[in-house]
């Protein structure tokens, strides 16, 4: 099988494909970006927490002009997941106002996002309906 | 009036639109110079300039002092995202209320007629294709797009949305009656870049940028400056009649950024921040929401207008929905909001943007904004939004005599 690479470092890739935060041990604000300290309390220790795949989308927008190369339209969407909010695209669901809703309930999916000159593919994620 | 409290003496903005025989610095001495002249003052008088410019390559204060008048004094240049005219304007209002002026003077100024599409993109891939992990996501490549979206439009767009979402209501067809209301207040100013009223069905039917913000929803990049003369209550005491009787009072200048809450690192949360700049405005100036003839507000999409009817506290904690649906904040309403066009309609040639919506509430409370006027205007508040994010916000008062 040809080596794979998340699409941004805190995709975690095994059986069961999850998001991992950074998490204050201080006073548990979480982070998805690499760290100088915690923006809430100012801490500086951290402790990686896998991130519940399952959520409730707490917003949406339907973007149809987007920078070269995007393909669009595409769903961009703000994902509470068990009380993590989560940055992701929704995929697999007709980008419309009748099949994307406020409150749907979603679940991670990855997604190849091709292979590079060594033959590593990308993978991606996005959140596509429960149901 | 109280020796320190602070007046704007002078103010002025350009015409906001396409200025393709002007650089940067024409339109900034074109705004400055309207300010001093309004304030029957000089270059000789000012003793501290702010300029703010996001877009021109830098060093705008000191370009404009060259074209303007070069006698030495401090100059700060500012840049803070879309707050940032109203960072200059604050800037001179530090440095005359800290005592080291008594007359400041402050710019804004950009040239965005054009620019397309702000806050999208990201690094281009190279041409020897390796994923290679870079940044603070380790990312393999540009996450805009792929991982949600860092455009304005999309962005705010999900910040009504979540609004929405909260509270219920809002639709795609109410915010873009918001989009009407501002379109057909810009018929009376003539110094919007865009003057044209609209129809709800052309404004749901033009082409859609993100939903539910089709592109009249969205802010027009275009071309513009503003600048305004500030002064202690010290020195307008030894001004003349005319100019104490012209001056407006500056009775809160507030500048705020977002507290850490959850997801404000994932969805800019452009709330808490104007919540609390309003708080400590109307702290600051002793006036109430209530008291407020006329509001301009960071209209930057149809949909963060929406949010901001409430974070400015012009209605109950989750009733932005009823104020619009009741009229309100057209300009015949209880609490006018954007008579001016706001961003949608007059423009958002960014850094400008922070000192011509205290430009609009002058004119109303100096009794000088003509067939616009919002009749016997006594307090006005202006409002603006940077994102990443900062917010500015003012309250001014009409001279007492």
Redesign the interface.
């Known amino acids: 099988m040809a080596a794979q690479i998340p699409f941004v470092d805190y995709l975690v890739l095994d059986d069961e494909p999850h998001l991992v935060a950074r998490e204050c041990t201080s006073c548990g604000a979480r982070f998805f970006d690499r760290r100088n300290a915690c923006a809430s309390c100012f801490g500086t220790e951290f402790t990686p927490v896998p991130i519940p795949t399952e959520g409730e989308v707490r917003a949406f927008t339907i973007v149809s002009m987007a920078a070269p190369g995007i393909p669009v339209p595409f769903v961009a969407a703000v994902v509470d997941c068990g009380g993590t909010s989560v940055r992701a695209n929704l995929i697999d669901v007709p980008p419309d106002p009748e099949h994307v809703t406020l409150g749907m309930k979603v679940r991670l999916a990855t997604y190849s996002m091709g292979t590079d000159d060594n033959g590593t593919e990308a993978v991606g994620f996005g959140f596509r309906p429960q149901n | 009036m109280a020796v320190d409290d602070i007046w704007i003496l002078g103010i002025h903005m350009t015409k906001f639109g396409k200025h393709p025989d002007k650089d940067v610095v024409d339109l900034a001495a074109e705004a400055a110079m309207g300010a001093l002249r309004d304030g029957g003052v000089t270059m000789a008088d000012v003793e501290v300039l702010a300029a703010g410019n996001l877009l021109g390559g830098g060093g705008v204060g000191q370009q404009l002092q060259k074209q303007i008048g070069q006698t030495g004094i401090p100059v700060y240049n500012v840049a803070n995202a879309c707050a940032t005219g109203a960072t200059a304007l604050r800037t001179a209002i530090m440095s005359v209320k800290a005592g080291e002026s008594q007359v400041g003077l402050a710019v804004g100024v950009e040239k965005l007629a054009g620019a397309g599409?702000l806050g999208?993109?990201?690094k281009?891939k190279s041409d020897?294709?390796?994923?290679e992990?870079r940044g603070?996501?380790?990312?393999?490549?540009?996450?805009?797009?792929?991982?949600?979206?860092e455009?304005m439009?999309?962005?705010f767009?999900?910040?009504g949305?979540?609004y929405?979402?909260k509270y219920g209501g809002a639709s795609?067809e109410l915010f873009a009656r918001i989009s009407e209301k501002n379109h057909a207040h810009s018929t009376l100013n003539p110094l919007a870049a865009y003057t044209k009223k609209m129809s709800l069905d052309e404004i749901m039917n033009d082409?859609?940028?993100?939903?539910?913000?089709t592109r009249p929803m969205c802010s027009a990049n275009c071309d513009g400056a503003a600048a305004a003369v500030v002064v202690s209550g010290e020195k307008l005491a030894t001004l003349s009649a005319e100019q104490r009787a012209r001056a407006v009072k500056v009775s809160a200048s507030v500048l705020t950024t977002d507290p850490?809450q959850?997801?404000c690192?994932?969805?800019p949360d452009v709330n808490t921040l104007t919540r609390a700049a309003a708080d400590q405005a109307y702290e600051q100036s002793g006036v109430g929401p209530e008291d407020l003839d006329l509001v301009e507000l960071h209209d930057c999409f149809a949909t963060a207008e929406l949010v901001h009817y409430d974070n400015l506290m012009l209605c109950p904690e989750g009733g932005a929905v009823d104020f619009f649906e009741s009229g309100a904040p057209w300009r015949d309403g209880a609490k006018p909001v954007n008579v001016s066009g706001g961003l949608q309609s007059k423009g958002h040639p960014i850094s400008a943007t922070g000192i011509a919506n205290i430009w609009e509430v002058c004119h109303h409370l100096r009794g000088e904004a003509g067939d616009r006027q919002i009749e016997g205007a006594k307090v006005g508040l202006a409002h603006v939004i940077g994102l990443g994010s900062a917010c500015g916000v003012h309250i001014l008062e009409k001279a007492a005599a």
């Open positions: 599409l999208g993109g990201g281009a020897g294709h390796t994923w992990p603070r996501y380790g990312a393999v490549g540009p996450v805009d797009g792929r991982i949600g979206t455009t439009p999309g962005t767009a999900q910040v949305m979540e929405g979402h795609f082409v859609m940028i993100a939903y539910p913000n850490w959850e997801a690192q994932v969805l």
